[in-house]
């Protein structure tokens, strides 16, 4: 297991390291089930806010550890 921790002051600077993430995910070798985003309170109108797509429990592809 790897981690990567980071502290943000606002939910616009975290938007934007997630979509980085999620952009390299390919060459990270990450699934999106591997990715976890942990805030003090709801952000319901960023993509961290509202959870994983039901899409992403799909299997990981070849090569990515689940």
Do not use: N, W
């Not at 070798?29 to 509202?50: C, E």
């Amino acid at each position: 297991m790897k981690a990567a921790y980071a502290l943000y002051t606002e939910p616009g600077s975290a938007q934007r390291a997630l979509d980085s993430l999620r952009a390299a995910s390919a060459q990270l070798r990450l699934t999106p089930r591997q990715i976890t985003v942990i805030t003090a309170q709801p952000f319901d109108a960023y993509d961290f806010g509202r959870g994983v797509e039901e899409g992403d429990h799909k299997p990981p592809a070849s090569g990515c550890q689940p």
